[in-house]
């Protein structure tokens, strides 16, 4: 772990801190104003990302924008497929499905705890499972869920912090979520600030 810490300090002093810092603000703004409509396009940017490329997914949401909320099923899987996304019908279905619960802002004020509100998407959104559903509450501002994927996974092994899980079932991404939450109060670090320091490690880019 020490050489994992020293690899985060050593990022902190140099400008991919201000990059990261800037990157986090930009993700509380989003639940300070509670917009539904941003909150809305974050989450289908979040459903579009699994087993997916993050820069096309990012790219894709930005030229997509309100139509997540206006396009019939048929028009916004169209439309999907014109822009190369691998699984266009069956994302689409879900985008359109979790219309019923666009209204992000009021599902956020009745979870006090961070954590039941991820289980809240993870059983009314199709699509969500315990990666995305965290990777949608850092986008738009809490801080204390792991993102784990592939890339997160292959810099604790190569520490030798876990040993590679053969599936990801909920109690092994619970449990590497408690090792990377040892590392970031030893970093002094939020989780939602280890997932960018981690992922800029391993890929040299900070995305969201």
């Known amino acids: 772990m020490r050489i994992l810490l ?3 300090e050593k990022i902190k002093k140099t ?4 990059l990261i810092d800037r990157r986090i603000r930009e993700f509380k703004q989003i639940k300070d104003k509670q917009n539904n409509k941003q909150l809305f396009q974050e989450l289908c940017f979040c459903i579009l990302a699994a087993n997916f490329n993050a820069e096309r997914g990012i790219e894709m949401q930005k030229k997509i924008g309100n139509g997540f909320l206006t396009l019939t099923e048929k028009q916004l899987a169209n439309k999907l497929k014109e822009l190369g996304y691998r699984f266009p019908n069956i994302r689409a279905k879900y985008i359109v499905e979790a219309r019923e619960h666009k209204q992000i802002n009021r599902i956020i004020n009745k979870h006090d705890d961070e954590h039941e509100l991820r289980q809240y ?3 009314n959104v199709k699509g969500l499972g315990m990666k995305e559903a965290s990777h949608f509450l850092r986008n738009i501002g809490y801080n204390n869920s792991a993102i784990i994927d592939f890339h ?3 810099i604790l092994v190569k520490h030798n912090l ?5 599936t990801m079932t909920k109690d092994h991404y619970l449990q590497i979520e ?7 109060e030893k970093a002094k670090l939020s989780l939602a600030e280890l997932d960018l320091y981690l992922w800029f490690q391993e890929t040299g880019k900070i995305l969201k």
């Open 178 to 184: 408690d090792k990377l939450r040892t590392i970031a």
């Open 121 to 123: 998407f993870i059983q």
């Open 15 to 18: 400008d991919t801190k201000k």
């Open 6 to 8: 020293d690899n985060i």
């Open 152 to 154: 997160i996974v292959d």
């Open 162 to 166: 876990i040993k590679r899980p053969k």
